[in-house]
């Protein structure tokens, strides 16, 4: 099964005109569908001859209301032939775009990759070694806190990662205990997580709506 990321590269290689003529044969634009995830083209070609087939039978019944059903088809079928290729062509671009648009966003992009940090677990896992005790080496950006509570559930005992402070220095960084946690603490909220996305849906509910019943009341709230 082709995945979300690889359809969108694909697609970034369909510049000619194979595969809009192509979707003149049955099943030519399910597979496409299926290697580009993307249904565009598809539905470019289907509703689009459709629409066409039907403006064209409304001319020609008030035009000739006697017109030969069979010429009437094969007309039809000629039209869909020269239609085809054009309207998918149409749906093949805008598809290409679309996912050209989602390859350039970051957020996007990034949620179809696995972080390395991931992979090692999975590949450990694979082979049958043990991270219980070890030390993972963090090259370029800081661990996020997913990562870190992978790494911390298969027994990684070090996390060293790049330091980097207010004037753009790197310098490595080790942590453990207390420090690690705080560390810990502030990468997830870099990653939009606050301490009551831990809690149960009835317990962050009811802090939400405590909190906001003091801000309508215009109360001084202490964090």
Avoid at 62 to 72: F, G, H, S, T, V
Avoid at 179 to 202: A, F, N, P
Wanted: glycine share 8%.
């Amino acid at each position: 099964m082709t995945t979300k990321l690889e359809g969108f590269q694909n697609r970034q290689k369909d510049i000619g005109w194979g595969y809009a003529i192509a979707h003149i044969v049955p099943f030519v634009g399910i597979y496409y569908a299926i290697t580009r995830r993307t249904i565009t083209p598809l539905l470019f070609a289907v509703l689009g001859n459709l629409a066409i087939g039907f403006i064209y039978g409304v001319i020609v019944a008030i035009m000739n209301p006697n017109y030969d059903e069979k010429k009437l088809e094969n007309s039809g079928t000629l039209i869909g032939l020269v239609t085809t290729p054009i309207l998918a062509k149409k749906g093949i671009e805008k598809a290409r775009k679309e996912g050209q648009k989602r390859l350039e966003n970051r957020e996007i992009k990034l949620s179809f990759m696995i972080h390395a940090e991931k992979n090692l677990i999975y590949n450990a896992t694979t082979y049958g070694v043990s991270l219980k005790g070890s030390t993972v080496y963090i090259y370029g950006l800081p661990c996020c806190s997913e990562c870190f509570k992978g790494l911390i559930q298969v027994g990684v005992s070090k996390i060293v990662m790049p330091n980097i402070d207010e004037h753009g220095k790197k310098s490595n960084m080790q942590c453990s205990g207390l420090l690690s946690t705080c560390i810990q603490h502030e990468v997830q909220h870099c990653d939009g997580i606050l301490i009551i996305d831990y809690l149960s849906k009835l317990k962050k509910d009811l802090i939400i709506k405590k909190i906001s019943k003091e801000i309508s009341n215009n109360s001084k709230i202490i964090v």
